[in-house]
Structure formats: C-alpha cells, structure tokens
C-alpha cells in the first residue's frame, strides 16, 4: 500500500509511507525527501535495502538510514499475494488516512466475547492463516493447514457505546498471550479461557465489523 505524501516539519519534509509484505509478515516504512517523492505503484515489488527493523506502539517497522535505498524490481517470483486481511490492516494504519478510510485510534475496553471460531488456516506464512475452503487455500491453492480461530470482541467506547469486532489469532496473542487450540477444543472452550482475560483496555479501530490494528493500552 503507498500513502499520499504529506508534509513535516512546517511543510519542508516530504514523507510517504509504503505498506509491505512478504513471505515473513507486513511491515510499513516511511520514506522521505526525494525517496518519498518517487513515484510507487500499490503490489509492485520493491527491493529495500539500508534499513532497520523497529517496533513501535506495537507494530513492527523498518526504519530508514543515510544509506536507505528502495527501488523497483521486476521479480515476481518474490511477489507476495496480498490478502483482504493485509489490506484492511494497512487501511487501519493512521499512516494511510490520508486515502480517506480511517481516522486515528479510538480507545475501547474489551468487555465481552461475542463469539468465537476454531478453523483451519493456510500455514503458508504469506497467506496469514487464511480459512481453507474444501481443504484448499483461496488464496495460494495450498493444502497444508493449521489451526487457527478468530474471535469477534464485544467492544465498549469511551462513551459506553457498545461495537462488534473480529479479531484473528495473532491480534488474540498480542493482547491476550497464546492461547492453546486442539482439534476437540470448542468455541465455548476459547470464549471461556478469553473471558477470564477481560476487562482489557484496547486501542484501534473497527472497520467493516472488523477490529483493525488492537494494540493492549500499557498503563
Ligand atoms: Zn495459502
């Protein structure tokens, strides 16, 4: 995903922000001066390099040097598919608001487990635990998979409004630990465990019925 350019430092630094995956996860960057002026085409491959990993608020990122270089390559057998998932996770970024699908974080408290499913998931890291239909991955026709599970929170605003949101395993991690799941654990047995975790003070944002970008509020 690539960001319109905004303008730092009292309009005098251009920065752009790229959303990237690969067979290792998503991460984002932020590009500035002349690199941020280059133009970027959403699911080209691009090459990296000069650049260091960082987490910050939660979320992994690749920070960029004097010796940053970031330039199209025309290799597509590194070309990752990009899932429904990677792009609604970018869209929750507040990097990528400029394209009009998000604001910044709403804070929440995670006061219920509205429901919850075990199914299983393409182990294919780039898939991210896609559900298998019939056995197949949707997206890169694979066979092997994992169990997995995504769980839809019940969500209480600042203001006592009440929301919905699903969530998948890895953001269930983050903000509850590992949670174990075997082939006879029930939805039941998952609710429970989760609802001894809770109250929990998230913040995020929901989209489409879908909890974008929860990260725990560390007190
Ligand atoms: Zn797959």
Not at 186 to 213: E, W
């Amino acid at each position: 995903m690539v960001s319109d350019v905004t303008l730092k430092r009292d309009g005098t630094l251009p920065v752009r922000c790229l959303g990237l995956i690969d067979h290792s996860g998503r991460t984002k960057v932020a590009l500035f001066s002349q690199q941020a002026q280059q133009q970027f085409v959403e699911n080209t491959v691009v090459e990296i390099s000069g650049v260091y990993k960082k987490t910050w608020q939660g979320e992994d990122q690749l920070v960029t040097s004097t010796v940053t270089k970031c330039q199209f390559v025309s290799d597509d057998a590194v070309k990752s598919n990009v899932t429904e998932e990677d792009v609604k996770y970018f869209e929750g970024l507040t990097d990528f608001g400029g394209s009009g699908h998000q604001q910044g974080d709403t804070k929440f408290t995670v006061s219920g487990i509205e429901d919850a499913s075990i199914y299983h998931g393409c182990d294919y890291d780039g898939c991210h635990k896609k559900k298998m239909a019939d056995g197949v991955c949707p997206t890169c026709s694979g066979t092997t998979s994992l169990l997995t599970y995504r769980v839809k929170l019940e969500l209480m605003k600042e203001d006592g409004q009440i929301l919905y949101g699903v969530v998948f395993e890895k953001d269930i991690v983050n903000l509850f630990g590992q949670i174990d799941v075997a082939e006879d654990t029930t939805h039941v047995d998952l609710m429970s465990t989760l609802v001894y975790r809770l109250p929990c003070q998230v913040k995020g944002n929901i989209l489409n019925g879908k909890a974008i970008n929860l990260r725990k509020i560390v007190e």
